[in-house]
Structure formats: structure tokens, C-alpha cells
């Protein structure tokens, strides 16, 4: 059984950085390509970055280009998300999520089957 528990979240000011990560268990985690996805009030839930099997091939959504970097420790079973210059925008839930895939060009949510619970990301103005 797929296991993913997010932690890291908080509240953050404008401009601030917060580093998410992701601990997984179950099966082997350095064969799948890993995500994170965000979802805000009223909002569908979308992708913000994803990390292939080995860590070599990365994906982000445009908006967070520049600013968020994926990183995957496979010896360690983590994925993390490093958050700079986080904006007001970027205030929701982020969940980690494992995808049936070890390598795409692009993700959708179609290609992840495990989900973790979430953790709350607060930018304050």
C-alpha cells in the first residue's frame, strides 16, 4: 500500500520561502515520477511541478516558473517542493502525488494514483 505524508506548510508573508516535503512508503518509490498538485477555495485542484523517476527530467505549471523547484531524494523516499518568492496566489492546499508513470513530457492528474492529505500554504500580503 501507496503511503504519502506531506509536511512543511505554514503560514508565509508575501516574498517568503517555504520547503514542502513528501515521505513516501509502499512500493518502490525511485520507479515512479512523483507531483505536486495545489488546490485553492473554489478551485479545481492542478499540477505545479512534477519530477520523473531519477530526478532528471522536471515539469512545472508557467505560473510557478522561476520560483518553485522539484527534488527528489530517492535514497530517502522524499520528494521535496522549495517555494521562493511565494505571492498571495499561491495560497492553498499542496498534495503530494505519485504518478502510475516513471517518465512523461507533461502530467495531468490522470497520471497520478496515489494522493497524501495535504498540507495548508498561507501567503499572507
Known amino acids: 500500500q501507496v503511503q504519502l505524508v506531506e509536511s512543511g506548510g505554514g503560514l508565509v508573508q508575501a516574498g517568503g520561502s517555504l520547503r514542502l516535503s513528501c515521505a513516501a512508503s509502499?512500493?518502490?518509490?525511485?520507479?515512479?515520477?512523483m507531483g505536486w498538485f495545489r488546490q485553492a477555495p473554489g478551485k479545481e485542484r492542478e499540477i505545479v511541478a512534477a519530477?520523473?523517476?531519477?530526478?532528471?527530467?522536471?515539469y512545472y505549471v508557467d505560473s510557478v516558473k522561476g520560483r518553485f523547484t522539484i527534488s527528489r531524494d530517492n535514497a530517502k523516499n522524499q520528494v521535496y517542493l522549495q517555494m521562493n518568492s511565494l505571492k498571495p496566489e499561491d495560497t492553498a492546499v499542496y498534495y503530494c502525488?505519485?504518478?502510475?508513470?516513471?517518465?512523461?513530457?507533461?502530467?495531468?492528474?490522470?497520471?497520478?494514483?496515489?494522493w497524501g492529505q495535504g498540507t495548508q500554504v498561507t501567503v499572507s500580503s
Open positions: 502525488a505519485r504518478s502510475v508513470y516513471s517518465s512523461r513530457s507533461s502530467y495531468t492528474k490522470r497520471d497520478f494514483g496515489s
Open positions: 519530477i520523473n523517476w531519477s530526478g532528471a527530467s522536471t
Open positions: 509502499g512500493r518502490t518509490f525511485s520507479n515512479d515520477a
